[in-house]
């Protein structure tokens, strides 16, 4: 076998390998404060009721709480690349959420409402940032077990 | 066909293999454009100026629409017919540009629009738009969801392959493949947003 060709095998298995449904799980976190957060945005002016986006919300940070959970247990995973995406796309994130908060507290959000969407937003804000860096780390992980 | 897993490896004998375009993830001269617009956003909303509101929503609106209709129609069904090496240089000198551009264009229209249909007494519940607004939440929240979880990871992912020293055409393929295919959902996704918001516009 020619370097190459093994090259070639190695980067075969980095596309097949399996992995946990980390970004899957993540990526439906995130539509449940989407949906939530379109519940709330449709009453504004008013008080929304705060049951279902409140149950939305909670169901999102089980989900990426289930996302870190998973991710914890990976092995031979690009932890360097995925810190490095991470960070730098939280920092993006956080810019984008402290903009929509802004204009929530600008339309005078107060109480519970606003207590409901900055929680919507700081799983928002960690959610496209995992799925971001999981989906850069796992074509880069090494390619052994990936669990 | 040639050989496409590394796009860095030539044919023994061939010559130098043409220098593949240094790929920056993020473009650092755009950021502070990206800051600028920002500024201008939260200005505008801050103090309710709705000339900087409307100018904010519909530049950025009719940016973000065009661009993903013309990405999601034109260029993804032409791009997915291109040889690998062909996409990777494509995507080498575009992605890179999508990175800043897109979620800027999204932020600046979605934030100015929404203090804009609440200056103008859109989001009471007596507005005849009232319901095409929350249509038009509804849609964009699809998109958001479809760019946020699908499309714009699968972007970096394709620039980071590419930075490296022996990126797989492979990976790249099949990156590319859902770049295209969720490019061309928003895209028709868009024509909705048209027609909600020419709605809106002339009731």
């Not at chain 2, 617009?37 to 000339?51: P, R, Y």
């Not at chain 2, 996704?189 to 048209?194: N, S």
Request: glycine share 8%; aromatic share 8%.
């Amino acid at each position: 076998m020619t370097a190459g060709q093994a090259a070639g095998t190695a980067a075969g298995t980095a596309v097949e390998r399996r992995f946990p449904p980390v970004a899957g799980l993540t990526t439906v976190s995130l539509a449940m404060v989407v949906v939530g957060g379109i519940l709330m945005a449709s009453y504004v002016p008013r008080r929304p009721p705060l049951g279902l986006p409140a149950a939305l919300a909670c169901i999102g940070a089980a989900l990426v709480l289930a996302s870190v959970f998973l991710l914890s247990r990976l092995q031979d995973f690009a932890w360097d690349r995925f810190f490095v995406v991470f960070r730098w796309a939280l920092l993006a994130y956080v810019i984008s959420a402290a903009m929509i908060g802004f204009a929530f507290v600008r339309d005078h959000t107060r109480g519970a409402p606003l207590a409901l969407v900055v929680l919507m937003l700081v799983i928002f804000a960690v959610d496209v940032p995992i799925i971001i860096a999981f989906t850069v780390a796992r074509y880069s992980s090494p390619p052994h077990s990936a669990s | 066909m040639s050989d496409t897993r590394h796009l860095q490896a030539g044919p023994a004998g061939a010559g130098p293999a043409p220098a593949r375009p240094r790929v920056q993830v993020v473009p650092v001269r755009g950021l502070p454009v990206v800051a600028a617009v920002v500024v201008f956003v939260v200005v505008s909303i801050a103090g309710n100026w709705l000339w900087a509101l409307t100018f904010c929503h519909v530049v950025g609106g009719a940016l973000w629409t065009a661009i993903d209709l013309f990405v999601g129609l034109i260029i993804g069904p032409i791009l997915g017919r291109l040889p690998v090496p062909a996409r990777t240089e494509f995507a080498a000198r575009f992605m890179p540009k999508m990175v800043l551009l897109m979620p800027t264009l999204v932020l600046m229209t979605l934030a100015a629009g929404f203090q804009l249909a609440l200056l103008e007494g859109n989001l009471a519940p007596s507005s005849p738009n009232h319901a095409w607004l929350v249509v038009s939440y509804c849609v964009v929240g699809v998109m958001a969801v479809i760019a946020l979880g699908i499309l714009e990871p699968a972007n970096i992912a394709v620039l980071v392959e590419m930075r490296k020293a022996r990126p797989d055409g492979e990976i790249i393929a099949r990156l590319m493949r859902r770049f295209v295919l969720t490019a061309g959902i928003t895209g028709v996704m868009q024509v909705a947003t048209l027609i909600i918001m020419t709605r809106v516009a002339t009731q």
